[in-house]
């Protein structure tokens, strides 16, 4: 089982990066995707997930209308634009895998977005 999130950089104030998670060794459209971020010190939160089969989009209110998670189940990718990036958006982003009927959950390495003023 892999979940590989990459993507990450260095952006200014304003920019935009899409981030990716590729999935491998498990049935990718049984399973919900998230994506989380971590600043050191702080808890990993959830930003952002997508359903698993119809798609259903949510978003925290820290990057509504600036985020928009994808998923191509056929491919076993899912993404995250992201767009109208703040220095608050600087954090080593995951991609979560979970399966709400098996409890299997999985997370990828992270990626780091920086965004500098």
């Known amino acids: 089982v892999q979940l590989q999130a990459s993507g990450g950089g260095l952006v200014k104030v304003g920019g935009s990066l899409r981030l990716s998670c590729a999935a491998s060794g498990f049935t990718f459209e049984d399973y919900h995707i998230a994506w989380f971020r971590q600043v050191p010190g702080d808890l990993r939160d959830r930003i952002s997930c997508i359903t698993n089969r119809d798609g259903g989009e949510h978003y925290d209110d820290s990057v509504k209308g600036r985020f928009i998670i994808s998923r191509d189940n056929g491919k076993g990718m899912a993404y995250l634009q992201m767009n109208d990036l703040k220095p608050e958006d600087t954090a080593v982003y995951y991609c979560?895998?979970?399966?709400?009927?098996?409890?299997?959950?999985?997370w990828g390495q992270g990626t780091l977005v920086t965004v500098s003023s």
């Open positions: 979560n895998a979970g399966n709400i009927f098996s409890g299997q959950n999985y």
